[in-house]
């Protein structure tokens, strides 16, 4: 499974520097000079990072042949995207990367089958975006109070909502 993280934005400057909008929690490791970047769109890459900086709250790359403005301007929008397996697992047993919650049957408690989560949104709290057949899309907020078991073996979690959250 391909994750994004990151994806150009506007170019910066007039020799093909491209601003990036950072998806990962390691951006050293993950745009250090000298890496091969693949993209999505496939025939946009690879990406050989040259040069990494910042400006302002900003990561700006140089990357290797991309030497002017509309070069880099052709780049825009293209993610950037790493393979899961490329991902460490944590040692702490409560943290989850997206990619292992999405796919999971929800249960509530009770046994009762919810649906399914497919998608993780980061907006100040994370929140489980969750495909209920036959109705609206519920989003839980993944806290251990509401969230109490993650079972990535059997391919489930099990929710504890309060009333009307479903």
């Known amino acids: ?50 040069g990494r900086r910042r400006h302002k709250d900003m990561l700006l790359l140089t990357l290797a042949g ?9 780049l825009r929008g293209t993610m950037i995207v790493i393979d899961s397996s490329e991902i460490e697992p944590s ?18 408690v009770g046994g009762e089958t919810v649906g399914e989560v ?9 929140l489980l975006v969750v495909r209920r057949a036959g109705r609206d899309e519920a989003l839980i907020p993944f806290v251990k109070a509401l969230v109490p078991v993650v079972d990535l073996e059997g391919g489930r979690l099990v929710v504890d909502p309060p009333e009307g959250l479903l």
């Open 66 to 74: 991309v030497t002017d403005r509309d070069q880099a301007e052709e």
């Open 1 to 50: 499974m391909q994750l994004v993280v990151g994806r150009i934005g506007r170019p910066h400057g007039v020799r093909g520097e491209v601003t990036v909008e950072v998806r990962t929690d390691d951006p050293e490791l993950r745009f250090a000079v000298g890496n091969t970047l693949a993209t999505d769109p496939p025939e946009r890459g690879p990406l050989v990072v040259e």
């Open 118 to 126: 497919e998608d993780v949104l980061h907006h100040g709290q994370d």
């Open 91 to 108: 040692d702490d047993p409560d943290e989850f990367h997206d990619h292992q919650l999405i796919g999971l049957t929800v249960e509530t």
